[in-house]
């Protein structure tokens, strides 16, 4: 290969590369402007406001919501897998209890939902 064609395939990689580079820093910018908006606004947490007062949320529904995001949700002041658990909890808040009991045996037990 004559030393024109060895410099423009040298040329094509390195511009692929930055090429790469730049599409991984535009993916993170975006992923971390998105994440912000997120976390400012909490639109993706349902609460009972947002789904309207025809459509009530289940308590254990609520909970959920409040360990995955870590917020007070119902405003009762308590966070559900940090503050505290239920005793007999419905099937959707099994695992969750479990991986706490496991990792928190101290934390409160509260003996129903609320």
């Known amino acids: 290969m004559c030393e024109c064609a060895s410099q423009f395939t040298e040329l094509i990689n390195v511009n692929n590369g930055i090429l790469t580079e730049l599409k991984l820093i535009n993916q993170k910018i975006t992923d971390e402007h998105i994440l912000s908006r997120i976390n400012e606004t909490n639109e993706h947490i349902l609460t009972r406001d947002r789904m309207g ?23 009762n002041g308590k966070i559900y897998g940090f503050d ?21 045996p101290n934390i409160r037990i509260d003996p129903e939902l609320e």
């Open 53 to 75: 007062l025809d459509n009530q949320l289940k308590p254990a529904d609520i909970m959920v919501q409040e360990y995955l995001h870590g917020k007070d949700l119902d405003e």
């Open 84 to 104: 505290f658990v239920v005793e007999n909890p419905p099937p959707i808040l099994k695992t969750i209890t479990s991986n706490v009991l496991s990792e928190n």
